[in-house]
């Protein structure tokens, strides 16, 4: 079982960049890592995934261009640098893990098996 504790996310302005991170307590390279957000009001939503080596990324068309997921497994740590945010960014952002080693991104929710307790970001116009 592994554990995963996001960074503090925070207020920033529209056009603004913030990094989260997510550590887990276990060996990372084990798991498909994601991250998606809910926004209040809507469903959970896939956001960016990365597979164990990191050599596969995988966004929501909505993130595109604009946010980059990456790991450091000898950190145990995945990112999500988030660039050119807007307003419709905002959301609880929430970083999970799946078990193996499969290929795919892995875009909904069911598909992982441990989550972190989430992180709030807030974009102001």
């Known amino acids: 079982q592994v554990q995963l504790v996001e960074s503090e996310g925070g207020l920033v302005q529209a056009g603004g960049s913030l990094r989260l991170s997510c550590a887990a307590s276990?060996?990372?390279?084990?798991?498909?890592m994601g991250w998606f957000r809910q926004a209040p009001g809507k469903e959970r939503e896939f956001v960016a995934s990365?597979?164990?080596?990191?050599?596969?990324?995988y966004y929501a068309d909505s993130v595109k261009g604009r946010f980059a997921v990456s790991r450091d497994n000898a950190k145990n740590t995945v990112y999500l640098q988030m660039n050119s945010l807007s307003p419709e960014d905002t959301a609880v952002y929430y970083c999970?893990?799946?078990?193996?080693w499969g290929s795919g991104g892995y875009y909904t929710a069911v598909e992982y098996d441990y989550w972190g307790q989430g992180t709030q970001v807030t974009v102001s116009s």
């Open positions: 999970a893990a799946r078990r193996g």
């Open positions: 276990g060996r990372s390279s084990d798991y498909h």
């Open positions: 990365i597979n164990w080596s990191g050599r596969s990324t």
